[in-house]
T-cell receptor, first 118, second 114 residues
Framework: GAVVSQHPSRVICKSGTSVKIECRSLDFQATTMFWYRQFPKQSLMLMATSNEGSKATYEQGVEKDKFLINHASLTLSTLTVTSAHPEDSSFYIC??????????????FGEGSWLTVV | DAKTTQPNSMESNEEEPVHLPCNHSTISGTDYIHWYRQLPSQGPEYVIHGLTSNVNNRMASLAIAEDRKSSTLILHRATLRDAAVYYCILRGFVSGGGADGLTFGKGTHLIIQP
């Protein structure tokens, strides 16, 4: 099946620094990728939609200047948490959907990235 | 995405069938019913999806009510590895890969007893 990979799987950073998380679709092209955040014992919350070659679309309440998204190619989207604070500590998950074929309405998820801000 | 309602948790014994219900009374005619599951500390995993007819794959079966206002995910023989949170999500069909992000509810926490 389609595979979406995230890197790093775990990262610890100091408060005030920035950290980048990568999301790659390994065997398909994805015009659109999605970024979610999940706090412990809660459900996934959609943060933003990453569009290849154009600006990301952010959900209400998500600061676009704090969570920078870059979708430079059809297989890579990056999420940069800028000036991270302890409250940004969370499980970040990306997902993507193949552009073509009958699987076009199925979304595949990455393994997730644990961010801890100390 | 339209709203779905699932029980908070369910418990089953290993090697027995599990029926996970989902109510979606406001489903529209073009909404697909998707099921994903999430194991602890992992990203969600696609399980199955359908529109009107019952669907089977190697992971599970999806039984859809005739009026489409409810559906049931069936795990035919549960194992300990099936312990996860199962999410039932409605999504409009989008061709060519253009898509909206999924809206996750709280899901059903499935507990499997050995």
């Amino acid at each position: 099946g389609a595979v979406v990979s995230q890197h790093p799987s775990r990262v610890i950073c100091k408060s005030g620094t920035s950290v980048k998380i990568e999301c790659r679709s390994l065997d398909f092209q994805a015009t659109t990728m999605f970024w979610y955040r999940q706090f412990p014992k809660q459900s996934l919350m959609l943060m933003a939609t990453s569009n290849e070659g154009s600006k990301a679309t952010y959900e209400q309440g998500v600061e676009k200047d704090k969570f920078l998204i870059n979708h430079a190619s059809l297989t890579l989207s990056t999420l940069t948490v800028t000036s991270a604070h302890p409250e940004d500590s969370s499980f970040y998950i990306c997902s993507a959907s193949p552009n073509l074929g009958s699987s076009g309405n199925t979304i595949y998820f990455g393994e997730g990235s644990w961010l801890t801000v100390v | 995405d339209a709203k779905t309602t699932q029980p908070n948790s369910m418990e089953s014994n290993e090697e027995e069938p599990v029926h996970l219900p989902c109510n979606h009374s406001t489903i529209s005619g073009t909404d697909y019913i998707h099921w994903y599951r999430q194991l602890p500390s992992q990203g969600p995993e696609y399980v199955i999806h359908g529109l009107t007819s019952n669907v089977n794959n190697r992971m599970a079966s999806l039984a859809i009510a005739e009026d489409r206002k409810s559906s049931t995910l069936i795990l035919h023989r549960a194992t300990l590895r099936d312990a996860a949170v199962y999410y039932c999500i409605l999504r409009g069909f989008v061709s060519g890969g253009g898509a909206d992000g999924l809206t996750f509810g709280k899901g059903t926490h499935l507990i499997i007893q050995p």
